[in-house]
């Protein structure tokens, strides 16, 4: 039972980091096109109060996968959960690069246009497919 409690933890709490590493560059569309500093300004809030509630929801996701793994042996030997690991891994570059990016936009450094940030806010949706293919499917 622990381990059914801990499993609906780790997935209500990767699909609510997922959920806010979708809209925060959706965000960032919208302030790279701004002409409207007072635009600007309340999108960069929105932001940062964002990218706080996903940097805490990070943490739970990864205590409680981690904890299924270890407690439960989950995969620990398997291919399919080095795969995930390491994509996992990728989705954590793509998390600190999006506060990475705030930081740029905060300090009114941002060069890049709004169609950079739509391919950029691409990313996570194919790290979550192939994530949950490999969890799924366990190919190897």
């Known amino acids: 039972m622990l381990y059914l409690w801990i499993k609906t933890l ?12 979708f809209y ?3 965000i960032y569309v919208n302030m790279a096109q701004t002409p409207n500093p007072d635009a600007y300004q309340a999108m960069l809030g929105m932001a940062a109060r964002l990218l706080r509630f996903t940097n805490k929801l990070a943490i ?3 205590i409680f996968g981690l904890w299924m793994m270890i407690q439960f042996k989950i995969g620990l030997t398997d291919g399919w959960m080095h795969a995930k690991l390491l994509l996992v891994a990728g989705v ?5 690069s999006c506060a990475r990016i705030y930081r740029q936009f905060e300090q009114h450094k941002n060069t890049r246009s709004h169609v950079y940030y739509r391919w950029f806010n691409e990313i996570p949706v194919f790290l979550l497919l ?3 293919a490999l969890v799924i499917i366990k190919p190897f």
């Open 24 to 26: 925060l560059p959706r």
């Open 60 to 62: 739970p996701a990864i």
């Open 10 to 21: 780790h997935i209500v709490f990767v699909t609510s980091w997922f959920a806010g590493l």
């Open 130 to 132: 192939l994530i949950v």
């Open 92 to 96: 954590l570059g793509y998390h600190y």
